[in-house]
């Protein structure tokens, strides 16, 4: 019985198999993918080498530009085999993709800055991230896309970041530094079971696209290299983030829909994310940050099973004066915390302007935020909620928390400024500006009972399979 049960569980969850027959072997793999393929070709098919040494820049792409043939005939993918690819940054030029990486294929980032193309700033953005003018390509760029899949058995992509974190904290670059993986102006995309390591900045980076899922990442980075979020969902609809694994020197999750004067006039919001069994590690960043580039707008954001250890703050707002947008609509229930500077944290003077022309009247609007469900220890200060003088942020609703604050904890364990909202069932006694509604409202700060489009995209189970000599 037991048997019968390990054998269904490594079938579904994929195989790594070698199959040896007289004369021939195969490669066979299942995976699980929004959409499969009818083409496939490996990476060595198009002169890759997995040296470590060997640029595989040229492979990657010339192989997914002759894929792209196959783009209305079912679709192609590619698969990179167990070993050592280094590659600068390549383009994903065709619809209808796979990139599937072995358990044991590494892609290391090429840290030849040549290797890297410099590309326009986004227009919601108006400049780099770290410099002004241009910045760096990510690793795997894609745009304009409908139905691509990276993934992989847990293959790994190293960003090699160091020296890009060098040159940054120097001061050396003239670009801003590049992400591993951003998807522009796409639909229907799948992030899944791959393991990111050391990037010179953020990780994933999903912006203008719609229908994204991102499961089971798992995302790592020393926590004093700087800027290297997890996953960054910017002005993308209908988008699932879930059982993923992160330490990261800066947010885990950080939700995002452009910048100051840039961002309101593009005015692409965030709205419709599901976050659900995420795991993080940030020391000095927020598991999932709202913000600070939000002036587009985010709404609807549901989070749920977030575990988080030793991260500065759980899920926190960060906004300006000049941002102008929302955050409104958010609805988290169930996290557990562990060793926080914050359990909850808003900040409504976060700066950090694009230039000097935003609007100084450009207010954002923060209301109806809602946490539920909620234990914490170890914890310095329960809370920091800090609203805007003239633009309260409104509507927050806590309820059935409770905090265990830590032996060198702040005296004053709630600090609220320019809020409003209520709080029930919530251990200690929360502050003024959020009155106690008594035990019988635990269960205020509702979370939407309906689901989203992107919670009933289900994957199927796809195959690779291929014969070699
Ligand atoms: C990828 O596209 C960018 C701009 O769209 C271009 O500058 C770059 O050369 C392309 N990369 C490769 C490897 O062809
Ligand atoms: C990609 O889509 C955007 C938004 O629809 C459009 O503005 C842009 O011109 C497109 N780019 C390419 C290369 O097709
Ligand atoms: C991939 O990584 C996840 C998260 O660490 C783990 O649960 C899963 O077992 C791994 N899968 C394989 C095939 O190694
Ligand atoms: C509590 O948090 C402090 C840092 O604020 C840390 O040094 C200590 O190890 C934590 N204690 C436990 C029991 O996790
Ligand atoms: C309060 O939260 C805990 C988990 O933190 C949960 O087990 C419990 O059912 C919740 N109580 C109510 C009344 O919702
Ligand atoms: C509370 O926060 C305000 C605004 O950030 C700050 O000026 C004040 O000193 C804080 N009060 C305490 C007791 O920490």
């Known amino acids: 019985m037991e048997v019968v049960l390990v054998l269904a569980l490594v079938v579904l969850l994929g195989t790594t198999g070698v199959e040896s027959r007289t004369a021939q072997v195969y490669e066979y793999f299942e995976y699980p993918a929004m959409s499969c393929r009818t083409h496939s070709a490996s990476l060595t098919d198009f002169g890759g080498v997995g040296d470590g040494t060997t640029s595989n820049t040229k492979a990657f792409q010339a192989a997914i530009d002759h894929l792209g043939q196959y783009a209305s005939d079912g679709g192609s993918q590619l698969f990179v085999p167990p070993g050592k690819w280094l590659t600068g940054s390549f383009n994903l030029t065709t619809s209808h993709f796979t990139l599937y990486l072995h358990k044991d294929a590494v892609l290391l980032a090429s840290q030849d800055e040549s290797e890297w193309s410099v590309i326009e700033p986004l227009p919601s953005y108006g400049r780099g991230r770290d410099t002004t003018g241009g910045r760096f390509i990510s690793l795997i760029y894609g745009t304009n896309l409908t139905d691509v899949v990276l993934t992989g058995d847990n293959g790994t992509i190293d960003g090699q970041g160091g020296l890009w974190w060098e040159k940054f904290r120097k001061g050396d670059l003239k670009y801003t530094r590049p992400y591993l993986i951003e998807i522009m102006y796409s639909e229907n995309v799948q992030i899944s079971h791959l393991t990111l390591i050391n990037s010179p ?20 980075a020393p926590v004093t290299s700087p800027n290297t979020d997890g996953i960054n969902p910017d002005s993308c609809t209908n988008t699932r983030i879930e059982d993923c694994y992160i330490v990261s020197g800066d947010d885990c999750v950080a939700v995002k829909s452009g910048w100051d004067e840039y961002g309101i006039a593009y005015g692409m919001p965030t709205k419709q994310l599901v976050i659900r069994r995420l795991t993080c590690i940030s020391p000095d960043s927020a598991v999932i940050a709202l913000g600070s580039e939000m002036s587009g707008g985010i709404q609807d954001v549901r989070a749920e099973d977030i575990v988080a250890i030793n991260s500065e703050s759980g899920v926190r707002i960060k906004t300006a004066v000049g941002r102008g947008g929302f955050v409104k609509d958010i609805y988290v229930r169930g996290m557990t915390m562990k060793t926080m500077k914050w359990a909850f944290w808003m900040t409504g003077n976060y700066g950090s302007h694009a230039d000097d022309n935003y609007d100084p009247n450009a207010l954002p ?6 946490y539920h469900d909620v234990v914490a220890e170890n914890v310095t200060m329960a809370a920091k909620l800090e609203g805007i003088s003239g633009d309260p942020f409104t509507g927050i609703c806590i309820s059935n928390v409770t905090i265990e604050l830590a032996k060198k904890a702040k005296k004053v364990p709630w600090n609220c400024t320019d809020i409003a909202g209520i709080s029930s069932g919530v251990v200690p006694r929360p502050c003024d500006l959020l009155p106690d509604q008594g035990q019988e409202k635990m269960t205020a700060c509702n979370f939407p009972e309906d689901s989203l489009p992107i919670d009933n995209v289900q994957a199927q189970i796809c195959t690779y399979k291929r014969k070699y000599l």
Do not use: A, R
Not at 209 to 218: E, R
Not at 365 to 370: D, K, M, S
């Open 365 to 370: 609007v923060i209301q109806n935020i809602n």
């Open 201 to 220: 900045s953020w990780n994933v980076h999903p912006v203008y696209s719609s229908n994204v899922l991102v499961q089971g990442l798992t995302i790592l």
